[in-house]
């Protein structure tokens, strides 16, 4: 007899688009499939849309400045002020409805609620408390902290002072500090005693002390005590003013938003720059707001009295982007949840989606194969029925893990946003929009309404449908980056160079390059490949590692895998592969001769692995990207180099051994 379980997977594993939900489409933020045609025509007039979503204390009257390429402004004569569009705007009709709900990581601990009203209360008296210790308008003050409550907290003082705010993730070492702090020339520190992680107490203070101590200038410190007066560290903060203090001492007073100009900048936040110094990618307060609040509209969907789940640390811009500015902007509940989502096991993450009845959940795709890994019992054991739309974000999604999503997440009931952006491109870029246009696992979908996006040759001449190349950019929009800190040469060589006519006026002839590689299908839609310097030559063939990853994690029993280029005397390079098995599969050779024949099935022979290496977990970043760099050296018998921003460290042993011994 037929089983429906089967038939089902079955059906999914041959379906390749998806349509909307119908229940969703009806009442979706963005509907009319005509925006993309409107936007065409009535570019850049059609970025009104996005800044009409703020309340503005000066209304601009020039929408887009292309005069100096590619320096670009966006509403530049407008002023507003991103705190006030994030808090005070809200107070007369959500005052007492939640705007962030925090969930700490130890299940004992009592999870934090900020009602708008409550929100703006403590962002005011940390504002003051700011302005006391000498904080002025256009000091760049940095935020070191974890995901507690005080970080989006000191984020939005420092926006309503006019003071830039440059937010170090809390994973990052105390060299990762002093070199950021020493960059964006900034004298304000706020920190925190420590946090959770697994259970086990971490203490931060004492790695933001050591990174203070190779500051080369003078600085101030706030210290937020989030652990217990018994954490066991022995903090000594003589000389410091504890967070707790200071907005006890300036409890009730009010800062009137600082007006700022749209085009003042609002963060600096620093691109992981995994070789040579850390960009200080700069945001504006205007066009960065309008692109943070208009695509939460359109793609996230985000309506006042959702409850939104964004599950990336406020430390990436994703987190800046979709936690705090746009679904703040816009009035929702917002969740933070400080811990991991395997702590103290692996329901964690679905009962607290449960628990607060969270309407969309925004996560990457490392995330999705780690839950894919675990099984199906987690969520299955969890109602996941208030979801309505998911999204990921940070690299390529390969088909079978957009499934698993779609199914065991979302119920068939969700539509998926794949959404490709940057830290430089402020937000969403390439996505469907969720109520129009079918979905395409393992496709990002075509760029936003009123986003011009080509995939190109290496002398920048648009390549067909079905070939691969590099992505670019054509038109400025008023999220992008607008230059790097301190840096305007190098911002033109990372991102115009390579495609523009740099000695040119006109704004035509300007095309930014993200640096990723790309594919486009007959409809539009791009694929993109992952980074450009993720491409092997193997026997003067390109391949895009991440195609080939796409690959292998397709083949049943395989969770996750990175692909890197070993030297090959005969063909330049050769493809190994590093696999990480689904629970539940072993680790044998005919595993890996299915990994194999995957390959060849999906590319040709031409991509077939010279070598497969099962290891228990992957090298990543910080952010949970794969170092493959690091794969390379292991290949390659080299020096491993840098490891110190690995979140996973004691890995790089194991997987030697594994590799070494598969000879
Ligand atoms: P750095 O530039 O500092 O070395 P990074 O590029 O990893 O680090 P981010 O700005 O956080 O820092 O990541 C942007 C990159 O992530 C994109 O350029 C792209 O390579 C990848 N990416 C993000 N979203 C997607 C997506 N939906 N599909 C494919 N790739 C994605
Ligand atoms: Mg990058």
Redesign the pocket.
């Known amino acids: 007899m037929a089983d429906p379980d089967v038939d089902l997977e079955a059906r999914l594993a041959e379906q390749d688009s998806f349509e909307p939900p119908a229940d969703f489409v009806e009442q979706a933020n963005v509907t009319d499939p005509d925006i993309y045609d409107e936007f065409e025509t009535n570019w850049p007039d059609c970025w009104t849309q996005a800044a009409d979503l703020l309340d503005w204390d000066t209304e601009y009257t020039e929408i887009l400045d292309d005069s100096n390429p590619p320096f670009y402004e966006w509403f530049a004569d407008g002023e507003l002020n991103a705190s006030a569009n994030c808090l005070d705007r809200h107070l007369d009709e959500r005052g007492d409805e939640a705007a962030i709900e925090w969930v700490g990581e130890p299940t004992d601990e009592a999870n934090r609620t900020y009602t708008y009203q409550e929100l703006h209360d403590e962002v005011n008296a940390f504002a003051a408390a700011l302005r006391a210790q000498g904080v002025e308008e256009d000091d760049i003050v940095t935020l070191y902290m974890p995901m507690i409550p005080e970080l989006p907290i000191a984020m939005l003082a420092c926006a309503r002072i006019g003071a830039p705010h440059s937010v170090v993730f809390a994973g990052f070492s105390a060299d990762a500090l002093a070199t950021r702090m020493n960059s964006a020339d900034s004298e304000h520190l706020v920190t925190c005693d420590g946090y959770y992680r697994r259970g086990d107490p971490l203490n931060h203070f004492e790695k933001a002390t050591e990174g203070l101590a190779d500051v080369d200038h003078d600085t101030d410190t706030i210290v937020v005590n989030r652990l217990p007066d018994d954490d066991g560290f022995d903090h000594d903060l003589s000389g410091h003013d504890t967070y707790a203090d200071l907005v006890a001492a300036h409890d009730g007073e009010m800062v009137d938003p600082v007006s700022r100009s749209a085009e003042d900048m609002l963060f600096l936040m620093?691109?992981?720059?995994?070789?040579g110094q850390?960009?200080g990618v700069k945001h504006t307060t205007g066009g960065y707001l309008s692109w943070a609040s208009w695509t939460s509209h359109a793609v996230l969907d985000i309506k006042p009295e959702d409850t939104y789940f964004c599950a990336a640390d406020i430390g990436?811009?994703?987190g800046h982007s979709y936690i705090v500015y746009g679904p703040l902007a816009l009035g929702t509940t917002t969740m933070m949840y400080e811990g991991t989502p395997d702590y103290p096991d692996r329901h964690r993450l679905w009962e607290i989606i449960e628990e607060y009845e969270a309407n969309q959940l925004y996560t990457a795709?490392t995330a999705i194969r780690s839950f894919m890994k675990w099984g199906t019992e987690y969520p299955d054991a969890n109602d996941l029925s208030s979801l309505r739309l998911l999204g990921?974000?940070?690299?390529?999604?390969n088909p079978r893990a957009w499934k698993w999503y779609y199914k065991h997440i979302g119920d068939e009931s969700c539509p998926i946003v794949?959404?490709?952006?940057?830290?430089?491109?402020g937000g969403m870029m390439?996505?469907t929009l969720p109520a129009i246009g079918e979905m395409k696992p393992g496709s990002?979908g075509p760029p936003l309404p009123g986003v011009s996006a080509d995939i190109v040759d290496v002398r920048g001449s648009p390549v067909g449908a079905g070939e691969a190349g590099y992505l670019v950019v054509n038109k400025p929009w008023p999220g992008m980056l607008r230059t790097l800190y301190n840096n305007d040469d190098r911002f033109i060589n990372e991102y115009w160079r390579e495609y523009s006519q740099v000695d040119s006026n006109d704004s035509a002839d300007w095309v930014y390059f993200?640096?990723?590689g790309a594919k486009l299908d007959e409809d539009g839609y791009f694929t993109?490949?992952?980074?450009v310097d993720d491409v092997l030559n193997v026997s003067g063939h390109r391949l895009g590692t991440?195609e080939i990853e796409s690959a292998i994690v397709g083949v049943e029993g395989v969770a996750e895998a990175a692909v890197v280029g070993g030297d090959h005397e005969i063909k330049g390079e050769a493809v190994y592969a590093y696999v990480i098995t689904e629970d539940g599969y072993e680790e044998d050779e005919e595993l890996r001769e299915r990994v194999i024949e995957g390959v060849e099935d999906a590319i040709g022979p031409i991509a077939r692995p010279e070598k497969v290496v099962f290891t228990p977990e992957l090298p990543k970043?910080r952010?949970g990207?794969i170092m493959r760099r690091l794969l390379e050296n292991i290949a390659n018998d080299d020096e491993l180099g840098d490891t110190s921003t690995l979140r996973n460290p004691e890995i790089v042993d194991d997987i030697q051994t594994a590799a070494g011994g598969d000879d």
Do not use: F, H
């Open positions: 620093y691109t992981s720059g995994t070789t850390p960009k990436w811009i994703t795709p990921t974000v940070g690299e390529p999604i794949d959404t490709w952006w940057q830290t430089e491109t390439l996505t990002a993200p640096e990723d993109v490949l992952g980074r991440m970043t952010s990207k």
